[in-house]
């Protein structure tokens, strides 16, 4: 993990917007964020592992995390991040390929979300589901 100023005002963020929300195995999600973090080598690309899901999965908006002050690199990549349900899912994969920050978050948490071993059940849903992220992961890597 990168700690500067922004990063830790990331880790702040991510913590209070996903605190009483859990993951598919009854986890604590923020443990999600921080995972993707742990592996990104950039400022804007920690943060944006660290806000990858805010925007799309609590009551923050875009708006409220560029008043905050994040720089514009962040927005535009975390605009990308947010998965309009009218969009299909392909077609918003697609779009990320053309920002190197959200594409490459977006790989480590298709990765992340395809590890099976955080599950404790594993039914039909689950694996139409990874498959998805594997055709996912070949169009943002083709």
């Known amino acids: ?10 880790m702040k963020l991510s913590f209070e917007a996903h605190k009483d929300q859990v993951d598919k195995s009854g986890l604590p999600y923020i443990f999600h964020p921080f995972h993707l973090a742990e592996q990104m080598k950039s400022e804007e690309t920690v943060i944006v592992a660290l806000l990858h899901d805010v925007v799309e999965d609590t009551e923050y908006t875009l708006q409220d995390i560029a008043g905050m002050g994040f720089s514009q690199q962040v ?19 697609e779009r990320l390929k053309e920002n190197p920050i959200a594409k490459t978050v977006k790989l480590a948490d298709l990765r992340h979300n395809s590890d099976l071993s955080r599950l404790d059940t594993v039914d039909e849903k689950t694996l139409a589901r990874i498959e998805k992220y594997k055709q996912a992961i070949a169009k943002l890597t083709e």
């Open 1 to 10: 993990m990168i700690y500067t100023e922004w990063t830790k005002k990331a």
């Open 75 to 93: 927005l535009d990549a975390l605009a990308l991040m947010t998965h309009e349900k009218a969009v299909p899912y392909m077609d918003y994969v």
